[in-house]
């Protein structure tokens, strides 16, 4: 009985996981980003935030459940004003996260990102 209740809560606790990561922008340049693209290596997941201005944060989940399960990266595609900036970052393994948040800093000059 206590197997049967073991399994049942550990079906239970899966069931609520996402594979995925949340990625929060913060634009912390001096002028508005028009478009921040962000997908997996295998180009199988990607989501898209725009007219992200000055000050403003905006985020979105990465929802990872049908990319392939192989080990990867993110890349990071900013667009404003015309010009356009990729920024490999953060890693995953067998197609899922390695983590729960990304937070990523964009400034006029860098780019950096905290993993949590």
Do not use: P
Not at 54 to 67: C, P, R, V, Y
Not at 84 to 100: A, C, P, V
Request: a positive charge.
């Amino acid at each position: 009985m206590r197997q049967i209740l073991a399994l049942l809560v550990f079906f239970l606790m899966s069931c609520v996981n996402k594979n995925g990561v949340e990625l929060i922008i913060h634009n912390e340049s001096d002028k508005i980003i028009d478009s921040i693209r962000v997908w997996t290596s295998d180009r199988k997941a990607t989501i898209k935030l725009s007219n992200i201005k000055t000050g403003e944060k905006k985020s979105d989940f990465l929802d990872m459940t049908k990319i392939s399960k192989t080990d990867g990266d993110y890349i990071l595609q900013i667009n404003s004003n015309g010009t356009s900036k990729n920024k490999n970052m953060g890693y995953y393994t067998n197609g899922f996260s390695l983590d729960e948040t990304i937070d990523v800093y964009v400034k006029n000059d860098t780019i950096t990102y905290v993993q949590k």
